[in-house]
T-cell receptor, first 112, second 116 residues
């Protein structure tokens, strides 16, 4: 049973576009939702994270939108650049320090 | 920011040998570290949770006698793949939980293991 469903599997946008990646979770006990960025051959890097007491969090060009009632959260990348081309993973856990449940990942390609 | 290192970054070994991978939190203490395995173009699969000073907790289907985990200090956890076989070839990544703040998890750069 996949507890965190991520879509789309891949995404192509032009430079300056705003790619949106969506995740849905099933376990209502989850209360920590991070997003990671991974380049080929590298470990995932924490981008931004949110807790369900807020509906939106912004850090630089990255924004998380959170809908607790729908059990969904999404990542928006403003003014996307070719350097943003990577695989993005959403994740969830029921406490920040416990094991993360990952989505299957979204491969983003930003064309110049 | 929080930095996690892994050593080695890549290793090639013969079938039947054992390989040790180190995971270190460089600028913070981590009572809990996690070990993941990642196959090409797939997501991260949790193998085990490593707690400092106690036995690791393994996920279902992960052989604890094959993947030995030791978390001897607040900054170091090791994963030993014993009697490695070609099917153990994979990308192994550790993460460490930062005790400060939200307890975010920061990942190491990964170790590419190839078993011939």
């Amino acid at each position: 049973q996949q507890q965190v469903k991520q879509s789309p599997q891949s995404l192509i946008v032009q430079k300056g576009g705003i790619p949106i990646i969506n995740c849905a979770y099933e376990n209502t006990a989850f209360d920590y939702f991070p997003w990671y960025q991974q380049f080929p051959g590298k470990g995932p890097a924490l981008l931004i994270a949110i807790r369900p007491d807020v509906s939106e969090k912004k850090e630089g060009r990255f924004t998380i939108s959170f809908n607790k009632s729908a059990k969904q959260f999404s990542l928006h990348i403003m003014d996307s650049q070719p350097g943003d081309s990577a695989t993005y993973f959403c994740a969830a856990s029921h406490q920040a320090g416990t094991a993360l449940i990952f989505g299957k990942g979204t491969t983003l390609s930003v064309s110049s | 920011g929080a930095v996690v290192s892994q050593h080695p970054s890549w290793v090639i070994c013969k079938s039947g040998t054992s390989v040790k991978i180190e995971c270190r939190s460089l600028d913070f203490q981590a009572t809990t570290m996690f070990w993941y395995r990642q196959f090409p173009k797939q997501s991260l699969m949790l193998m085990a949770t490593s707690n400092e000073g106690s036995k690791a907790t393994y996920e279902q289907g992960v052989e604890k006698d094959k993947f030995l985990i030791n978390h001897a200090s607040l900054t170091l956890s090791t994963l030993t793949v014993t009697s490695a076989h070609p099917e153990d070839s994979s990308f192994y990544i550790c993460s460490a939980r930062d005790l400060a703040g939200w307890g975010e998890q920061f990942f190491g750069p990964g170790t590419r293991l190839t078993v011939l």
